[in-house]
């Protein structure tokens, strides 16, 4: 019994993923899916360079590897053929994140512990730097199986990401509204998020005199700021978003939303030097929670994602291969600072 149709390879020339490595991954995928079962013959060296406008030396190599791995096997006069149908490949995953730090440590650990010995991982940063996110992936493309990215926003990751098997591509964290339509995804949705908390405690809000969100220029996620303002833009409460952190001189009854743990260090220090008690003389609502945070001066009130959570979710979704859309959870760890 034997299936020799040259369609059974999927090519496709947009992806910086190798021919022969596509080959191979075709292969696998028509073993997974009942259209080669074993002792089926597979399509020729010939017809598949004639299908695809190949050159031979890609689909000998592609052959080769699938033979060292001993899903095929080969005679004289007979061809390839399947000797083997457990194509079932452990996970190798490149992890892509902007940066680390506390907060991305904790999603880092649930990942890893979620996926346990499943699946190999390997984690890269692209620090917010276009041309090094392009690179990682363009050079790493043909080296895992499953790719996992926290994207850089910008007007040219859409054409990056499309160099990778859209089959094989999870979005984390950022990237919601960009691309959670086009990959499978757990991300903030950071508009909703800020606007829902400051919603909820709204009633809290008023007894301070102004809201102060410090949103320095680093920040990327610009969702944070139109939740912002569109909570109070039919209302006549004080509130500004101040983009040049370094000039922001705290007021006592201020209550800032602070983006960046520099600038969290920096109203600490006012605050001490003002003697004024948090949650009382100035309130101070931080941008993502770490385990330090709970215990510097009697705790910092924190907004933040579920990170362990996000970590758990995304290694779920890798693991029982079951894509989602999923929007992390997203909470306030209310403290005396608040």
């Known amino acids: 019994m034997g299936n020799n149709d040259a369609a059974i390879i999927k090519i496709d020339n ?6 022969y490595k596509q080959i191979v991954a075709s292969v696998h995928e028509a073993i997974s899916n009942g259209t080669l079962k074993n002792g089926d013959i597979l ?19 592609a052959y080769n590897e699938l033979k060292t791995a001993g899903i095929i096997d080969s005679t004289p006069g007979k061809g390839y053929f399947v000797t083997s149908t457990n194509v079932q490949a452990k996970k190798n995953i490149f992890l892509l994140l902007s940066t680390f730090n506390p ?3 904790v999603l880092y650990n649930a990942f890893i512990a979620q996926v346990k010995n499943q699946a190999t ?21 043909a080296y895992y199986n499953t790719f996992v990215i926290m994207p850089e926003i910008n007007k040219k990751t859409e054409s990056i990401l499309k160099q990778l098997d859209p089959k094989k591509l999870y979005i984390l964290d950022s990237g919601l509204n960009e691309f959670g339509n086009d990959y499978p995804c757990v991300c903030q949705n950071y508009e909703t998020d800020i606007s829902g908390i400051l919603k909820a405690h709204f009633e809290q809000l008023k007894k301070y005199k102004r809201i102060i969100l410090l949103f320095p220029d680093n920040i990327k996620t610009e969702g944070v700021v139109n939740g912002f303002k569109a909570v109070f ?21 201020d209550c800032c939303i602070i983006m960046d743990d520099i600038d969290l260090v920096k109203m600490m220090r006012a605050a001490r030097k003002n003697k004024w008690k948090l949650g009382v003389d100035i309130g101070i609502l931080s941008y993502n929670e770490t385990p330090l945070k709970s215990i510097i001066a009697d705790g910092i009130t924190t907004i933040t994602t579920d990170f362990e959570q996000m970590g758990r979710s995304m290694a779920d ?22």
């Open 103 to 105: 907060y991305r440590e």
């Open 121 to 141: 991982v390997d984690l890269y940063f692209h620090h917010h730097n276009i041309n090094v996110f392009e690179t990682l992936i363009r050079n790493h493309a």
């Open 14 to 19: 947009g992806l910086s993923l190798p021919l």
């Open 233 to 253: 833009k039919k209302t006549d409460f004080p509130a500004e978003v101040i983009r040049n952190t370094s000039d922001y001189e705290p007021q006592q009854f």
């Open 317 to 338: 979704m890798i693991i029982k291969n079951k894509p989602k859309r999923i929007e992390n959870p997203f909470l306030m760890i209310d403290r005396k600072s608040f």
């Open 43 to 61: 399509p020729s060296v010939n017809s598949i360079a004639a299908a695809h406008s190949l050159a031979r030396g890609s689909i000998f190599k």
